[in-house]
C-alpha cells in the first residue's frame, strides 16, 4: 500500500535560521502533495502544495520541493520564527483520490 | 468565503456510552467531507468520506459510523464507546470535481473516553 512519512520526528532551530523539514513517500502514482501546519489542540492548516509536474514551488517564507526520482519532499522555511512552533505534516494524493498523511515533524523554534 | 464548525470542542464520555459529534460547512456546495481521528503524537487517520447526501464510504473497520444528513452536515457516532476510541476528531472538507484534493480542516474535537 501506498505510505507517507517523514524523517525525524522533532527538529530544534534557532529563531533566525532556516528549517528544512523532510517527507518521503513510496506511492510512485502521488500526484499532488501538501504540506500542513498544526499547532497545539488546533486543526491543520494548509501551508503549501505542489504537484507533480513541478519540482519546486515558492511560497510566503516556504518553498516545497518535490524529488519524484526518489520520491522525497521537503519543506523550507526561511528565517523561522517563534510562531513556526508547530507539529508540521506532509500529505499525498494517490489513485485513490485520498490524502495520506505523514506522522509529523516536531519543530521547536529555540530563542 | 468558507469556513468550518466542530462541536463539541472537547468531551469526556464514559466506556459504554453513545456518541455523536457534528460538522458543518458553510460557504460551498457539494464539499467532499471527511473525518479523520489522531492519537496523540501520531498522524491522521482517515476514517470516513462523503461525496454526497447519503453517500459514505468507510476507510477502517471500525466502533464508529458516519452520516451525512444534509449537504453541508456530516455526523460521527457511535452506539457504545470504547477506551481505544480517545483521540483528536478532525473533520474535513474539499471542492468536489476538482483534479487536486485540497482539504481544508475544522478545529476537531478532543474526546476522552473513560
Known amino acids: 500500500g501506498e505510505s507517507v512519512g517523514l524523517h525525524l520526528p522533532t527538529l530544534s532551530v534557532q529563531e533566525g535560521d532556516n528549517s528544512i523539514i523532510n517527507c518521503a513517500y513510496s506511492n510512485s502514482a502521488s500526484d499532488y502533495f501538501i504540506w500542513y501546519k498544526q499547532e497545539s489542540g488546533k486543526g491543520p492548516q494548509f501551508i503549501i502544495d505542489?504537484?507533480?509536474?513541478?519540482d519546486k514551488r515558492q511560497g510566503q517564507r516556504v518553498t516545497v520541493l518535490l524529488n519524484k526520482t526518489v520520491k522525497h519532499l521537503s519543506l523550507q522555511i526561511a528565517a523561522t520564527q517563534p510562531g513556526d512552533s508547530a507539529v508540521y505534516f506532509c500529505a499525498g494524493e494517490g489513485s485513490a483520490r485520498q490524502l495520506t498523511f505523514g506522522s509529523g515533524t516536531q519543530l521547536t523554534v529555540l530563542p | 468565503s468558507q469556513t468550518i464548525h466542530q462541536w463539541p470542542a472537547t468531551l469526556v464520555q464514559p466506556v459504554g456510552s453513545p456518541l455523536s459529534l457534528e460538522c458543518t460547512v458553510e460557504?460551498?456546495?457539494?464539499?467532499?467531507l471527511y473525518w479523520y481521528r489522531q492519537a496523540a503524537g501520531r498522524g491522521l487517520q482517515l476514517l470516513f468520506y462523503s461525496v454526497g447526501i447519503g453517500q459514505i464510504s468507510s476507510e477502517v473497520p471500525q466502533n464508529l459510523s458516519a452520516s451525512r444528513p444534509q449537504d453541508r452536515q456530516f455526523i460521527l457516532s457511535s452506539k457504545k464507546l470504547l477506551l481505544s476510541d480517545s483521540g483528536f476528531y478532525l473533520c474535513?472538507?474539499?471542492?468536489?470535481?476538482?483534479?487536486?484534493?485540497?482539504?481544508?480542516f475544522g478545529p476537531g474535537t478532543r474526546l476522552t473516553v473513560l
Open positions: 460557504g460551498t456546495s457539494n464539499p467532499n
Open positions: 474535513a472538507w474539499s471542492v468536489s470535481g476538482r483534479d487536486y484534493n485540497e482539504q481544508f
Open positions: 505542489i504537484r507533480s509536474n513541478m
